[in-house]
């Protein structure tokens, strides 16, 4: 099979390229799907209390409005309805091929087509462009804790809910305290018996103002698309400020501090209590949490925090170091993803058989987050340094495809073989890159995902969502080395802006 471009993963940023590769009227891709469903993260996340803790509004593409957000925050059924309805308007259904797990791309100089394999064994696909969009947080992981395959009881991961257990007078045990267990645990305690929250740091929590959204202001949204924008622009400023805080190590960032120990202090009456819930670290250094109803679940007569570090897990519960072993029907574990930040999720050869793997082995990198030197036509959505501390994801996402299509439809429309970002350019986005994290939270001392174990971040973009949609703004040929089929004439230099 030939297609012009081959988009691999259909969550969020997978459909998206794909409906504004359609805008621009290319219909020759095909979107390759590991599962038997669209959505990614909110087909997968669907734990008790799951949401987004980014406004709605904000936590969407603007190309797709939805007046209908049932709250600020919504929930993860909602999102995935949110994205079955772009799959149904945008008609790119019959383009998803469920059931296919990539798992290699390689590419060959002499056509200028990758070619893509299967796990399942179907027949291998051959693309002009690839848009590699199979999710930073799409691998469960289980934490590396000894005795893990020992236990006897029920084992949860937050990312794979099992909706058939059910917790009605269980003691449960819950692992992490971080994004996703702080909406789980305040579920947990309504029915389980027993909630034990195992701690290893404490992070910063911030109020979470979720209000349900009234008729008339639905109603509004429908009829005037112009309050929707406002709204949504009024959400990207407001974030816009907080980075002031929260990306960078600065006054402000005590500011997020206090706001979040006044919020400590209004809920947690118990000084200890408190002092075990005090981060050590500076606010933003692992991401925020938004919740407001975490520490009042804490503090449920049937619920314990648990700050002893955990020395293995046995066949009926968890050791902790100082030699208790606490007994559970049930680990929940909300332990967060196998992020690949060196190496690759897959493998990939690029041109003279590069491998993309061993080249990010000591910490991934590439030119504005979307395209890597050696591996033309190849285009990342949430790639290196991508990631947005203050603000939507989908923001971002949504910079990265309305770039990415461009680049394509420039590729297809001129009939050039390939496009490949010139090494040099590549060197001196990273280099300002690597300079301005220095000064990021991110990078001042904290242990987090977002850092390689030798303390590299090829996560994080270092600064305000204005400044990263606008890199993305336009594809700026002159930095890119322009492939011609042979005997088609090199695009000359002067057209090249
Ligand atoms: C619980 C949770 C809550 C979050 N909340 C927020 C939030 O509030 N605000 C925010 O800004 N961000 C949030 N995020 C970050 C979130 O990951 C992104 O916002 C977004 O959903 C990612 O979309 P994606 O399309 O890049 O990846 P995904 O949604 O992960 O989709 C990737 C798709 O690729 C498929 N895939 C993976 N590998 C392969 C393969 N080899 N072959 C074929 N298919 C493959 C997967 O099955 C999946 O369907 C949250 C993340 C999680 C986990």
Known sequence: MHTSVAIIGAGFAGIGAAIRLRDRGIDDFAIFERDDRVGGTWRDNTYPGAACDIPSRLYSYSFAPNPEWSHTYSRSAEILDYIRSMVDDSGIGPHIRFGHTVSGLEYSADEGLWTITFDEGHEQVRARAVVLASGPLANASFPDIPGIEDYQGHKIHSARWDHDYDFTGKKVAVVGTGASAVQIVPELVKQAASVKVFQRTPGWVLPRADVRTGEATKRLYR???????????????????????????????????????????????????????????????????????????????NCTLVTWPIARIAERGIRTVEGVEHQFDCIVFATGFDVSKNGTPIPITGLDGRDLAAEWGRGAFAYRSVAVSGYPNLFFTFGPNSGPGHSSALVYMEAQIDYITDAITQLLDHGWKALDVRAEAQERYNRDIQRRLTSTTWNSGCQSWYLTEDGFNATMYPGFATQYVGQLRRVELRDYRILVHQGARTPAAAAIQ
């Open 223 to 301: 009829s005037v698309p112009g309050a929707q924008r406002l709204a949504r622009s009024l959400w990207f400023w407001g974030h816009e400020t907080v980075a002031l805080g929260v990306v960078w190590n600065t006054p402000l960032t005590r500011v997020v501090e206090a706001v979040s120990k006044f919020h400590l202090r209004s809920q947690v009456a118990d000084p200890w209590l408190r002092r075990q819930l005090t981060p050590d670290f500076a606010a933003g250094c692992k991401r925020l949490l938004m919740t407001s109803d975490y520490y009042p679940a804490l503090q449920r007569p």
